[in-house]
């Protein structure tokens, strides 16, 4: 009963800056951490950035430095700074708003495309 729409992926060159945004709607008061995973072809799905409902991140260690996470909980909206791309960020990003209740299951974005040029 939430939804999540995820934009802000595109194509860039090497050194510059996108933001993704992921905002979410219906049934939100049960919503707690929110964050952005990622897959390129051929590589496992992996973790990008969470940031708990209070605002503290967690980074994956390749993008500690560059990439910045933050929410809006009056928004309820979640969005990932991307600054210093890198052809290996390249993968499709996906939005996860995990719950707050136990046992259920996360809310996943569709996901949206970030290619970086060399």
């Known amino acids: 009963q939430v939804q999540l729409v995820e934009s802000g992926g595109g194509l860039v060159q090497a050194g510059e800056s996108l933001t993704l945004s992921c905002a979410t709607s219906?049934?939100?008061?049960?919503?707690?951490?929110m964050g952005w995973y990622r897959q390129a072809p051929g590589k496992q799905r992996e973790l990008v950035a969470i940031i708990s409902r209070s605002g503290i991140p967690n980074y994956a260690d390749s993008v500690k430095g560059r990439f910045t996470i933050s929410r809006d909980n009056a928004k309820n909206t979640v969005y990932l700074q991307m600054n210093s791309l890198k052809p290996e960020d390249t993968a499709v990003y996906y939005c996860?708003?995990?719950?707050?209740?136990?046992?259920?299951?996360?809310?996943w974005g569709q996901g949206t495309q970030v290619t970086v040029s060399s």
């Open positions: 996860n708003v995990k719950r707050v209740a136990f046992g259920l299951n996360d809310y």
């Open positions: 219906g049934s939100t008061s049960g919503i707690g951490a």
